[in-house]
C-alpha cells in the first residue's frame, strides 16, 4: 500500500499544486478587487500547499520507512507513534483547510460568468 501511494501520488501532487496556484494567482490579480472573497481562498491554499508538501516529506522519509521495516521485521525497527499521530493530526488539518475552500468556491463549482481557461494538463 505505500508503494501504491508513493508512487504517483506526491509526483501528481507536486505537480499539480503548483499549477493550481498559478491559476488561482491568475484569477486574484484579474478579479481580486470584485470579489473580496479571492485573496482569502489563495492565503487558505498556499498554506495548504506548503503543509501538504512538509507533510508528504515527513510521511516519505520517517513514517513509511519505519513501517516498511516493521513489515520486513528488521532488527531494530520500531513505528515512531507521536509521529503517526502528528501525521493524522495533519491530515485532519488538511481536511479543515478543504473544508475552508469549499464554500468561498461552491464547493468548487465555478459561476456562469467565470472564464472557462484551457485546463488541458501538459
Known amino acids: 500500500m505505500i508503494d501504491h501511494i508513493v508512487s504517483p501520488h506526491p509526483s501528481c501532487l507536486c505537480r499539480e499544486l503548483p499549477r493550481l496556484e498559478d491559476l488561482l494567482i ?6 481580486g478587487d470584485g470579489h473580496s472573497w479571492l485573496a482569502p481562498t489563495l492565503e487558505v491554499f498556499q498554506t495548504l500547499k506548503l503543509d501538504l508538501s512538509t507533510h508528504m516529506v515527513s510521511e516519505e522519509e520517517r ?14 525497527a520500531f513505528l515512531d507513534e507521536n509521529g ?3 501525521m493524522i493530526r495533519e491530515h ?3 481536511r ?11 464547493d468548487y463549482v465555478p459561476s456562469q460568468r467565470a472564464h472557462a481557461p484551457n485546463f488541458v494538463r501538459p
Open 96 to 106: 479543515v483547510a478543504l473544508d475552508r475552500l469549499r464554500e468561498p468556491t461552491n
Open 26 to 31: 491568475q484569477v486574484v490579480e484579474a478579479h
Open 84 to 86: 503517526v499521530d502528528k
Open 63 to 76: 513514517i513509511f520507512p519505519s513501517i516498511r521495516a516493521l513489515k520486513e521485521e528488521a532488527s531494530g
Open 92 to 94: 485532519d488539518d488538511s
